[in-house]
Nanobody
Framework: QVQLVESGGGLVQAGDSLRLSCAVDGGIFSNRYMGWFRQAPGKEREFVAAITWNRITTYADSVKGRFFISRDNVRSTVYLQMNSLKPEDSALYYC??????????WGQGTQVTVSS
């Protein structure tokens, strides 16, 4: 069983930065394809960023150049550095781990609120 626990969310002003963390317990973290999604009220969950085991990264167009995903295989943790935050970035942010072709394991989410 793989468990994911996010932290680092909060209330910030537009233009501020936040770093989210996701601690992973179970399985072999260093092999895992990891990702971040977010869901705002009344909207569908959307992809934010992902990182492969060999640190190849992909980003949603809406966050490219502002958000950066990274991983620490010693600490079994994945990070999302969020810079130049905008009110439209406000959402519940979820960490997820891939198994096969499926984003199978999910954390409980951490709230990010950006005031204008």
């Amino acid at each position: 069983q793989v468990q994911l626990v996010e932290s680092g969310g909060g209330l910030v002003q537009a233009g501020d930065s936040l770093r989210l963390s996701c601690a992973v317990d179970g399985g072999i973290f260093s092999n895992r394809y990891m990702g971040w999604f977010r869901q705002a009220p009344g909207k569908e969950r959307e992809f934010v960023a992902a990182i492969t085991w060999n640190r190849i990264t992909t980003y949603a167009d809406s966050v490219k150049g502002r958000f950066f995903i990274s991983r620490d295989n010693v600490r079994s943790t994945v990070y999302l550095q969020m810079n130049s935050l905008k009110p439209e970035d406000s959402a519940l942010y979820y960490c997820t781990a891939r198994q096969g072709t499926e984003w199978k394991y999910w954390g409980q989410g951490t709230q990010v609120t950006v005031s204008s």
